[in-house]
C-alpha cells in the first residue's frame, strides 16, 4: 500500500482517522492469513473462516487502492496555479463531500466486518509469528500448475475475466493478479492456466515458479526445458 498516499488523501477528505485504522487491520491480519492458509486443508472451521475472512480482505484491499486512484487524480488535477480561494471551494465541492461521506460508511462497514471475523479466530489456533519467520528464512514456497477442487469456488467469473482480457489481439499479453498475500492469486492463476491448456487457446503454454530471490537464467532455463 502506498500509506504516505493514503494519509495525505484520508487527511484531505477527513477520514484520516477511519482509513488508518481500516490499513493497520489489514496489515495486522496479513500473517495470520497466512499461517490460515497453510492449515485450511486440515481444518472445514479454518477453511470457512479464511474464506469469510478473504470476502471482507478483496473490499478492504479494492478501497484503499481506490484511495490512492483518488489522490493520483487530486494531484494531477491541483494545478500550482489554482488560488486560494479556487482551492477552498474545490475542497467544498458537492462531489468531494459525497465521496468523503460514502468512503467513510463503507471504511465503517468493512471495519465492522473485519472485527466480526476477527473476533472469531481466537478459537482456531492460528499463529502470526509461524507465517513470519517463514517469510523470512524460507525461499518461498514452490508452486505449480495443479489446484484442488476445494479452491475453485467462487472464482469462476475472476477466472473468465482474465481469460478474455489473454484472448484479446496483441502481440505480448501480461497480466497481473495483485493484492495482499493470503487472497488466493496464485489459485486464481492456477486456474488460468489449466483452463487455457484445456481449450489450447494458445501454441505452447508453460508454468514457471518465480521466488521471491530472482534468478534470470535460472528461468530461462527452466522454461527452455
Known amino acids: ?13 477527513g477520514v484520516m482517522d477511519e482509513l488508518e485504522r481500516l490499513n493497520n487491520t489489514v496489515e495486522s491480519i496479513r500473517d495470520v492469513l497466512l499461517d490460515a492458509d497453510e492449515k485450511q486443508e486440515q481444518s472445514h472451521v479454518i477453511q470457512n473462516w479464511v474464506r469469510r475472512l478473504k470476502d471482507v480482505l478483496i473490499p478492504a484491499d479494492d478501497l484503499l487502492d481506490e484511495f490512492v486512484i483518488q489522490d493520483m487524480i487530486h494531484k494531477r488535477d491541483h494545478k500550482p496555479h489554482q488560488n486560494k480561494i479556487t482551492k477552498v471551494l474545490h475542497s467544498f465541492s458537492p ?10 460508511r463503507e471504511i465503517e462497514k468493512i471495519q465492522k466486518k ?26 518461498g514456497r514452490e508452486t505449480g500448475s495443479y489446484v484442488s477442487e476445494s479452491d475453485i469456488i467462487g472464482r469462476e467469473d475472476d477466472k473468465k475475466k482474465i481469460i478474455s482480457l489473454l484472448r484479446q489481439p496483441c502481440d505480448v499479453s501480461v497480466v497481473a493478479i495483485v493484492g495482499i498475500g493470503g487472497l488466493g492469486k496464485t489459485t486464481l492463476a492456477q486456474l ?19 521466488s521471491e530471490n530472482i534468478d534470470v537464467k535460472t528461468i530461462m532455463k527452466n522454461m527452455l526445458m
Do not use: H, T
Open 1 to 13: 500500500m502506498a500509506s504516505s498516499a493514503l494519509r495525505e488523501y484520508g487527511r484531505i477528505n
Open 95 to 104: 462531489n468531494k463531500i459525497s465521496f468523503r461521506r460514502d468512503m467513510a
Open 114 to 139: 473485519f472485527n466480526d471475523v476477527v473476533r472469531d479466530m481466537s478459537g482456531l489456533n492460528l499463529n502470526s509469528n509461524v507465517a513470519v519467520v517463514e517469510k523470512i528464512n524460507s525461499e
Open 192 to 210: 488460468v492456466y489449466n483452463d487455457v491448456e484445456e481449450q489450447n487457446l494458445f501454441e505452447k503454454s508453460m508454468w514457471v515458479c518465480v
